[in-house]
């Protein structure tokens, strides 16, 4: 089975049919992670349609301003979704130093209710990769998906040696950066992902499909020179392990991946 451990299906809108087409036909298990209350809503929806699909409810560090006050709404979310993502800080997109404070404060809340109930966490880390990893550290936080790093070679080796999974995606396909680091990261710690719709378009202005995994696969494949096939069977027996005896995912049945 194909792993695409970080996407935004919400997010797709007039080309969701398609998308979950492509997640059938090509068995794609798929995370589709939220970055507010409305997108966990749609997701859930959206996951109702599919056995491939997994729904989790996040804050998006982009969108922390708006729930810092109202916290405590959003108990019931965390509470029944079987993962929590996306959530993190970001100093790079977020310009705005006085919008810190909150990003920091819900970041926190949302780690200390993952901490309770032992929860695996999604995280964005861009711009932050330091503050986010000495939290990450300060709350005990057991078993963390790091998205999309791209950060300083020293906190990535830290992480690495905290034990932390990390998804490779779309800029793999044109970064040396990013190669670099899904050549060294070790096997049994890496994931793949799209961060579909919009992590291609980010890119190269065209929307991505759930096909784009097979590409990211490719190019691992082909990076840390093997074949495709044992990067799929890697990926999968990696979340199979971070998954490992979840109650939050027996649950939802998503422990058959």
Not at 122 to 134: D, L, N, R, Y
């Amino acid at each position: 089975m194909l792993i695409d451990a970080h996407c935004h299906l919400d997010r797709y809108k007039e080309n969701l049919g398609h998308a979950l087409e492509q997640i059938k036909q090509h068995r794609i298990f798929t995370i589709s992670n939220s970055m507010d209350l409305p997108s966990y809503k749609q997701n859930v929806k959206i996951a109702a349609t599919s056995d491939f699909i997994l729904p989790i409810f996040g804050i998006h560090p982009w969108n922390a301003s708006e729930y810092v006050g109202c916290l405590k709404d959003l108990d019931w979310a965390i509470s029944e979704s079987p993962m929590i993502g996306e959530i993190g800080l970001d100093y790079y997109f977020v310009s705005e130093t006085s919008r810190y404070d909150d990003q920091r404060d819900v970041f926190e809340y949302l780690l200390r209710a993952a901490s309770r109930q032992k929860k695996i966490v999604i995280v964005h880390t861009k711009g932050a990769e330091s503050e986010t990893f000495q939290l990450l550290n300060q709350y005990n936080t057991e078993r963390v998906i790091i998205h999309w790093y791209s950060g300083p070679w020293h906190i990535l080796k830290a992480m690495v040696e905290h034990g932390f999974y990390f998804t490779i995606g779309v800029e793999v396909l044109f970064s040396q950066h990013i190669q670099d680091i899904a050549r060294y990261l070790p096997a049994e710690l890496m994931l793949t992902e799209t961060d579909n719709p919009g992590g291609k378009q980010s890119i190269t202005g065209t929307i991505g499909t759930p096909l784009l995994i097979k590409d990211v696969i490719g190019k691992l494949a082909e990076i840390r020179g093997t074949s495709a096939q044992i990067i799929i069977t890697t990926v999968q027996n990696n979340l199979v392990r971070v998954g490992d005896n979840d109650p939050w995912l027996t649950r939802v049945g998503a422990s058959s991946v």
